[in-house]
Nanobody, 122 residues
């Protein structure tokens, strides 16, 4: 059974930091591109960051230089270190086991976590 469990969200002031974790069980971690997505109120879900099984990373422009995605293959866990947080980063953050195409397009897979709320106050 595949499970993705996010943790680490919370309430933080602008300029602060948080680290999200996603623990993955089941046979979807090793060869998958892991992604962090977020959905803010009234907005569509967006890809925030992704990391391939080989460690290559990609970020949406709005978080470049502030967020860092990493993975621990031995633990089956993916992390999102978030710094210099802004109120516009407020959203529910989800992790996903997906894939990356030959043209470097990250596509979400079937399995999602339950999400963790990140709220950044101004």
């Amino acid at each position: 059974q595949v499970q993705l469990v996010e943790s680490g969200g919370g309430l933080v002031q602008a300029g602060g930091s948080l680290r999200l974790s996603c623990a993955v069980s089941g046979n979807v971690f090793g060869h998958n591109t892991m992604g962090w997505y977020r959905r803010a109120p009234g907005k569509q879900r967006e890809l925030v960051a992704a990391i391939t099984s080989g460690g290559a990373t990609t970020y949406t422009d709005s978080v470049k230089g502030r967020f860092t995605i990493s993975r621990d293959n031995a633990k089956g866990t993916v992390y999102l270190q978030m710094g210099s947080l802004k109120p516009e980063d407020t959203a529910v953050y989800y992790c996903n086991a997906g894939l990356i195409t030959s043209t470097n397009l990250v596509l979400p897979g079937t399995y999602w976590g339950q999400g963790t709320q990140v709220t950044v106050s101004s």
